[in-house]
Protein backbone atom coordinates (compact mmCIF):
# COMPACT_ATOMS: atom_id res chain seq x y z
CA UNK A 1 0.00 0.00 0.00
CA UNK A 2 3.07 2.45 0.70
CA UNK A 3 4.51 1.61 -2.35
CA UNK A 4 1.08 2.35 -4.53
CA UNK A 5 1.08 5.53 -2.66
CA UNK A 6 4.33 6.75 -3.37
CA UNK A 7 4.31 5.93 -6.71
CA UNK A 8 1.17 7.51 -7.56
CA UNK A 9 2.43 10.90 -5.11
CA UNK A 10 6.13 11.51 -5.13
CA UNK A 11 6.23 12.15 -9.19
CA UNK A 12 4.47 15.20 -8.67
CA UNK A 13 6.45 16.08 -5.97
CA UNK A 14 9.52 16.91 -8.33
CA UNK A 15 10.36 20.42 -8.82
CA UNK A 16 12.72 20.29 -11.50
CA UNK A 17 13.21 18.78 -14.55
CA UNK A 18 16.52 16.74 -13.91
CA UNK A 19 15.93 16.54 -10.57
CA UNK A 20 16.62 15.89 -7.60
CA UNK A 21 13.51 14.07 -6.60
CA UNK A 22 13.99 14.00 -2.93
CA UNK A 23 17.41 15.76 -1.22
CA UNK A 24 18.35 16.36 2.56
CA UNK A 25 19.96 19.54 1.87
CA UNK A 26 17.09 23.23 1.03
CA UNK A 27 17.69 24.93 -1.98
CA UNK A 28 19.42 27.50 -0.66
CA UNK A 29 22.01 25.26 0.83
CA UNK A 30 22.35 23.31 -2.91
CA UNK A 31 22.99 26.57 -4.51
CA UNK A 32 25.55 27.65 -2.10
CA UNK A 33 29.29 27.25 -2.93
CA UNK A 34 31.56 27.36 -5.41
CA UNK A 35 30.30 26.19 -8.65
CA UNK A 36 32.61 25.51 -12.12
CA UNK A 37 30.90 25.50 -15.46
CA UNK A 38 30.92 21.71 -16.97
CA UNK A 39 29.12 22.59 -19.84
CA UNK A 40 27.86 25.66 -21.87
CA UNK A 41 25.38 25.48 -24.76
CA UNK A 42 25.01 28.78 -26.79
CA UNK A 43 22.35 28.52 -29.30
CA UNK A 44 22.71 24.72 -29.52
CA UNK A 45 26.63 25.26 -29.52
CA UNK A 46 29.12 23.72 -27.35
CA UNK A 47 31.33 27.05 -25.77
CA UNK A 48 32.50 25.43 -22.52
CA UNK A 49 35.74 26.11 -24.24
CA UNK A 50 34.98 29.82 -23.29
CA UNK A 51 33.94 29.17 -19.72
CA UNK A 52 37.37 27.18 -18.64
CA UNK A 53 39.25 29.54 -16.00
CA UNK A 54 35.17 30.77 -14.61
CA UNK A 55 33.73 29.79 -11.24
CA UNK A 56 30.68 30.85 -9.49
CA UNK A 57 30.67 31.29 -5.57
CA UNK A 58 26.78 31.99 -3.94
CA UNK A 59 26.00 32.59 -0.20
CA UNK A 60 22.97 32.19 0.64
CA UNK A 61 20.52 34.08 2.98
CA UNK A 62 17.52 32.49 4.16
CA UNK A 63 16.04 35.87 5.45
CA UNK A 64 16.29 36.75 1.76
CA UNK A 65 15.61 33.76 0.32
CA UNK A 66 18.24 34.20 -2.09
CA UNK A 67 21.54 35.29 -1.53
CA UNK A 68 24.88 37.30 -2.94
CA UNK A 69 27.83 36.31 -5.57
CA UNK A 70 30.86 36.85 -7.07
CA UNK A 71 31.87 35.55 -10.71
CA UNK A 72 35.54 35.63 -11.74
CA UNK A 73 36.17 35.45 -14.72
CA UNK A 74 39.49 34.46 -14.82
CA UNK A 75 40.37 32.15 -11.53
CA UNK A 76 44.43 31.50 -12.33
CA UNK A 77 44.69 35.47 -13.82
CA UNK A 78 46.47 34.27 -17.00
CA UNK A 79 45.74 37.51 -18.70
CA UNK A 80 45.00 41.13 -17.79
CA UNK A 81 41.31 41.59 -17.70
CA UNK A 82 39.11 44.72 -17.00
CA UNK A 83 36.59 43.25 -15.22
CA UNK A 84 37.69 39.79 -14.14
CA UNK A 85 35.34 40.12 -11.03
CA UNK A 86 31.46 40.40 -10.86
CA UNK A 87 28.67 39.71 -8.32
CA UNK A 88 25.70 40.52 -7.70
CA UNK A 89 22.55 39.22 -5.90
CA UNK A 90 20.38 36.44 -6.51
CA UNK A 91 16.86 35.02 -5.38
CA UNK A 92 14.42 32.15 -5.78
CA UNK A 93 11.05 33.69 -7.43
CA UNK A 94 7.88 32.39 -5.98
CA UNK A 95 7.55 29.34 -8.26
CA UNK A 96 10.76 28.16 -6.78
CA UNK A 97 11.59 26.52 -10.17
CA UNK A 98 13.48 30.04 -12.01
CA UNK A 99 16.37 31.89 -10.18
CA UNK A 100 16.89 35.55 -10.89
CA UNK A 101 20.64 37.18 -10.75
CA UNK A 102 21.44 40.52 -11.11
CA UNK A 103 24.67 41.29 -11.95
CA UNK A 104 26.25 44.98 -10.90
CA UNK A 105 28.99 46.31 -13.00
CA UNK A 106 30.99 49.62 -12.46
CA UNK A 107 30.36 49.86 -8.61
CA UNK A 108 26.68 49.53 -8.80
CA UNK A 109 25.94 51.94 -11.07
CA UNK A 110 25.23 49.10 -14.01
CA UNK A 111 22.98 45.90 -13.44
CA UNK A 112 21.82 43.35 -15.75
CA UNK A 113 18.89 41.22 -14.48
CA UNK A 114 18.68 37.91 -15.74
CA UNK A 115 15.52 35.25 -15.12
CA UNK A 116 17.17 31.81 -15.40
CA UNK A 117 14.96 28.20 -15.63
CA UNK A 118 16.51 25.51 -12.96
CA UNK A 119 16.46 22.08 -14.73
CA UNK A 120 18.18 20.35 -11.93
CA UNK A 121 19.37 21.26 -8.82
CA UNK A 122 21.53 19.25 -6.62
CA UNK A 123 24.00 19.65 -3.99
CA UNK A 124 26.82 19.04 -6.66
CA UNK A 125 25.33 20.41 -10.16
CA UNK A 126 23.50 23.07 -10.95
CA UNK A 127 21.64 23.11 -14.33
CA UNK A 128 20.35 26.34 -15.21
CA UNK A 129 18.58 27.90 -19.00
CA UNK A 130 17.18 30.93 -20.33
CA UNK A 131 16.80 32.75 -23.34
CA UNK A 132 18.41 35.27 -24.69
CA UNK A 133 16.57 37.60 -27.18
CA UNK A 134 13.73 35.35 -27.23
CA UNK A 135 15.68 33.24 -29.54
CA UNK A 136 18.91 32.01 -28.67
CA UNK A 137 18.57 29.42 -25.78
CA UNK A 138 21.72 29.56 -23.45
CA UNK A 139 21.81 26.36 -20.54
CA UNK A 140 25.00 26.16 -17.94
CA UNK A 141 25.52 22.76 -16.12
CA UNK A 142 27.39 23.70 -13.29
CA UNK A 143 29.34 21.38 -11.24
CA UNK A 144 30.26 21.99 -7.43
CA UNK A 145 33.44 19.61 -6.14
CA UNK A 146 33.10 18.27 -2.75
CA UNK A 147 36.38 17.34 -0.82
Not at 1 to 22: H, N, Q, R, S, W
Not at 25 to 30: D, L, N, T, V
Not at 36 to 47: A, E, H, N, R
Request: charged share 20%; proline share 2%.
Amino acid sequence: MILLVLTAFLPGCKKYEDGPLISLYSKGMRVSGTWYFQSVLYGGKDSTANYTYQQMDFIYIKKIDGGVFTWNHNIYATSADENPLVGGTWKFFSDRDSFEMIVYKNLLRDSVVTKWKIDRLAYTEFWLERNIKDTINLKWQLIKYVF
